[in-house]
């Protein structure tokens, strides 16, 4: 259990990818604070599960990642609960799909805001104890369209970008303090946010639901698999360990070979 003692703050880990690293850290030995949105009772079953399967405390924060002053808040919190956040790990996101000129003016501030602003507040809110602590792992989950785009999807391939940009910078900035700087950039991985998301593009392309699983998400994947969530978790867990030191400033790519295209 080699991140025993370490304290991991996980956004959007109410489901999907951030609740499988969320777990995989937890099977490490780390205390977690689970973030997002979804029903109290299956969301206190998660924190309960994690808590008696490895052993480890866990916490549940219901901070709005759109809103910059309750990711301050909850930060805190996390280290008055622990003591510290050893590992951020900046994963949650949504999606919206249509066309530009019809895209919602509010659609887009909230996707900017929860999907790359969000890790720039947890960010200036952890690094001053990382820092103190000399130790830190900062993990942004970004996607292959942080590095290639897709019609339709404007506002995510802008996050996105954007924070594998912000990924960079804070590496550099971060380089002599012993805490490593990531992302990692899943293709199409089977979650409530993929799932979501088709009925959209069945209508802002015309195709039946079928169409859009084989010719337009697994198109885009020569693989033609759907990456799973336990996939990304184990990547962002070895990101955490010693052997992975020496790794910062990368965008480590989970996509069938989409980017290689
Ligand atoms: P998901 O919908 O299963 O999970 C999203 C999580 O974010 C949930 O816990 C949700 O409650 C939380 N969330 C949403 N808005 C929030 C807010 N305002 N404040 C706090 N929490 C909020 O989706 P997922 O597929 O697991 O996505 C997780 C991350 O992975 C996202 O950043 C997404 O862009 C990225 N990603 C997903 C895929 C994929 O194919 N599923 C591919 C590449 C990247």
Not at 136 to 157: C, D, E, F, M, Q
Not at 202 to 211: D, H, N, S
């Amino acid at each position: 259990m080699s991140l025993q003692s370490k304290t991991a703050l996980v956004t959007g880990s109410t489901s999907g990818i951030g609740l499988a690293v969320a777990r995989a850290l937890a099977q490490q030995g780390a205390n977690v604070v689970l973030n997002g949105f979804g029903k109290p009772d299956a969301i206190e079953k998660e924190r309960a599960g994690i808590e008696s399967e490895f052993g480890v405390r866990a916490v549940y924060s219901g901070a709005d990642m759109s809103k910059g002053d309750e990711i301050a808040a909850m930060v805190a919190e996390a280290e008055t609960t622990f003591g510290a956040v050893d590992i951020l790990v900046n994963n949650a996101g949504i999606q919206y799909v249509s066309a530009i000129e019809e895209f919602p003016v509010e659609k887009w501030d909230q996707i900017i805001a929860i999907n790359l602003s969000s890790a720039f507040h947890t960010l200036r809110a952890a690094i001053p104890g990382m820092k103190k602590r000399g130790w830190g792992r900062i993990i942004n989950t970004a996607s292959a369209h942080s590095l290639v785009a897709s019609p339709y999807k404007a506002a995510y391939v802008a996050a996105k970008h954007g924070i594998a940009g912000l990924t960079k910078t804070a590496a550099l900035e971060l380089a002599t303090h012993k805490i490593t700087v990531n992302c990692i950039s899943p293709g199409y991985v089977w979650t409530p946010l993929v799932e979501a998301q088709i009925p959209d593009t069945m209508k802002a392309r015309g195709l039946t639901k079928e169409q859009v699983i084989d010719e337009v998400l697994l198109k885009a994947q020569p693989t033609k698999e759907f990456v799973t969530v336990d996939q990304v978790a184990a990547i962002a867990a070895f990101l955490c360990s010693d052997a992975a030191s020496q790794i910062t400033g990368s965008n480590l790519t989970v996509d069938g070979g989409w980017t290689a295209q």
